[in-house]
Nanobody
Framework: QVQVVESGGGLVQPGGSLRLSCVVS????????LAWYHQAPGKQRELVAT???????NYADSVKGRFTISRDNAKNTVYLQMNSLKPEDTAAYYC???????????WGQGTTVTVSS
């Protein structure tokens, strides 16, 4: 059974930092490309960052230089380190995985980040 569990969200002041974690069980984690998306209230879900099964990373322009995606295959975990947070980063953040072999996709339930003073 596949389980995807995000954690690490919360309330933070502008300029602050948070680290999101996503543990994925029930899959061959190392064979998945992984990503973080966010969805602000009333807006569409948007891609924030990706990390391939081989470790290559990509970022949305809005977070380049501030966010870092990483993965620990031994722990079946993908992380999103978020620094210099802005109010516009406020959103629900979702973990996503896609199998390199067959395109099977998994999603988490989301964790909420609120950036406010």
């Amino acid at each position: 059974q596949v389980q995807v569990v995000e954690s690490g969200g919360g309330l933070v002041q502008p300029g602050g930092s948070l680290r999101l974690s996503c543990v994925v069980s029930g899959i061959m984690f190392s064979d998945y490309d992984l990503a973080w998306y966010h969805q602000a209230p009333g807006k569409q879900r948007e891609l924030v960052a990706t990390i391939s099964s081989s470790g290559n990373t990509n970022y949305a322009d809005s977070v380049k230089g501030r966010f870092t995606i990483s993965r620990d295959n031994a722990k079946n975990t993908v992380y999103l380190q978020m620094n210099s947070l802005k109010p516009e980063d406020t959103a629900a953040y979702y973990c996503n995985g896609v199998s390199v072999a067959n395109g099977y996709r998994v999603w988490g339930q989301g964790t909420t980040v609120t950036v406010s003073s």
